[in-house]
Nanobody
Framework: QLQLVESGGGLVQPGRSLRLSCVAS????????IAWFRQAPGKEREGVSC????????NYAESLKGRFTISRDNAKNTVYLQMNSLKPEDTAVYYC????????????????WGQGTQVTVSS
């Protein structure tokens, strides 16, 4: 069973940064596209960013471009999400997910999910 474990969440003040990590176990990430999603209370899960298996293709939700950066280190079996200039509306549980094939931001197309990490942006 493929496993993904997120970490790096926490409470942060507006304007600060966080870096989330997603570590894979029991499989190697280099054959999978990896995406980050988030879900705020009472809202649908939304796509944040994704990276293709090679890292050559990176996609972002339009509203997050310029503040969030996805990267992957296949040698470490890890994908990162650097989040800068955080806003209260970024508060959510952040999930990483994996699938074979191309990178995309539709959550229903992903097969493997982590348990999520809470990010709270508040003063």
């Amino acid at each position: 069973q493929l496993q993904l474990v997120e970490s790096g969440g926490g409470l942060v003040q507006p304007g600060r940064s966080l870096r989330l990590s997603c570590v894979a176990s029991r499989f190697t990430l280099d054959s999978y596209s990896i995406a980050w999603f988030r879900q705020a209370p009472g809202k649908e899960r939304e796509g944040v960013s994704c990276a293709s298996s090679s890292g050559a293709t990176l996609n972002y939700a339009e509203s997050l471009k310029g503040r969030f950066t996805i990267s992957r280190d296949n040698a470490k079996n890890t994908v990162y999400l650097q989040m800068n200039s955080l806003k209260p509306e970024d508060t959510a549980v952040y999930y990483c997910a994996a699938r074979r094939g191309s990178c995309g931001l539709y959550y229903s197309t992903y097969d493997y999910w982590g348990q999520g990490t809470q990010v709270t942006v508040s003063s």
